[in-house]
C-alpha cells in the first residue's frame, strides 16, 4: 500500500462548480497536511497548511483533515478557469528542523468557462 | 512573499558533463530540498539540507551530491550527467514547521 493516494484524475468541471479533492494515507503518525497547486511548467504553489483534524477556510478553498479516517480533503467553491491545474496533497510526520514532505502524485483539475 | 529562486528554468547538457543547479531563498529558512520531479512518479526527493553544511540523503541521491555553504544557497551537482536523469528538477525551502515554499523549477535536458 501507497503512503499518499491521489486520485490522478483528470477531473473536469464546468466554471462555478464545487470541486472536491481528495487524499488517502496509510502512515498514523502524519500530524501536518498540505496542499499545492502546480500550473502546467511550474513550481508548485503552497495553498493551504493544517496540524493535525479539523477545517480550515481560505477565500474558495476549504480543506478537511480527518484522521480518523486517515483522509483529508480540498473543496474549492465557485470554481474559475484559473483554477485549472495539478493539486498535490502532502504530509509530514515532523514539523521539526528535519522533517520531510511525502506528496501524493497529483490531480489534474479542468475548469471550464 | 517568499522567494525561491533557480538559476535557469531550462537547460540542455550532453552525457557525461558535470551538471550545476543553483537555488537561492531570501528568507531565511533553515531547510533545504531538492526534488525531481517525472510524469507518473510525481515528486521525489533527491537531497535535503536543515543547516549549513549539513546534508542527508532523500530517496533518490544516487548521481547526485549537493553543497550548502550559505544558508541561502543550496546546489545540486550532477557528477557525470545522464539521460535517465533528464528531468524537471524542483528546490524548495521552509522554516521549521512551516510548509514548503518552491522554486519555479528547472528543466533539465541530457542529449
Known amino acids: 500500500q501507497k503512503e499518499v493516494e491521489q486520485d490522478p484524475g483528470p477531473l473536469s468541471v464546468p466554471e462555478g462548480a464545487i470541486v472536491s479533492l481528495n487524499c488517502t494515507y496509510s502512515n498514523s503518525a502524519f500530524q501536518y497536511f498540505m496542499w499545492y497547486r502546480q500550473y502546467s511548467r511550474k513550481g508548485p504553489e503552497l495553498l493551504m497548511y493544517?496540524?493535525?483534524?479539523g477545517n480550515k477556510e481560505d477565500g474558495r478553498f476549504t480543506a478537511q483533515v480527518d484522521k480518523s479516517s486517515k483522509y483529508i480533503s480540498l473543496f474549492i467553491r465557485d470554481s474559475q478557469p484559473s483554477d485549472s491545474a495539478t493539486y498535490l496533497c502532502a504530509m509530514s510526520v515532523s514539523g521539526g528542523s528535519n522533517y520531510k514532505l511525502t506528496f501524493g502524485k497529483g490531480t489534474l483539475l479542468t475548469v471550464n468557462p | 512573499d517568499v522567494k525561491v529562486t533557480q538559476s535557469s528554468r531550462y537547460l540542455v547538457k550532453r552525457t557525461g558533463e558535470k551538471v550545476f543547479l543553483e537555488c537561492v531563498q531570501d528568507m531565511d529558512h533553515e531547510n533545504m530540498f531538492w526534488y525531481r520531479q517525472d510524469p507518473g512518479l510525481g515528486l521525489r526527493l533527491i537531497y535535503f539540507?536543515?543547516?549549513?553544511?549539513?546534508?542527508e540523503k532523500g530517496d533518490i541521491p544516487e548521481g547526485y551530491s549537493v553543497s550548502r555553504e550559505k544558508k541561502e544557497r543550496f546546489s545540486l551537482i550532477l557528477e557525470s550527467a545522464s539521460t535517465n536523469q533528464t528531468s524537471m528538477y524542483l528546490c524548495?525551502?521552509?522554516?521549521?514547521?512551516?510548509?514548503?515554499?518552491f522554486g519555479p523549477g528547472t528543466r533539465l535536458t541530457v542529449l
Open positions: 539540507s536543515y543547516d549549513v553544511k549539513m546534508k
Open positions: 493544517t496540524y493535525s483534524s
Open positions: 524548495a525551502s521552509t522554516l521549521v514547521g512551516g510548509g514548503q515554499f
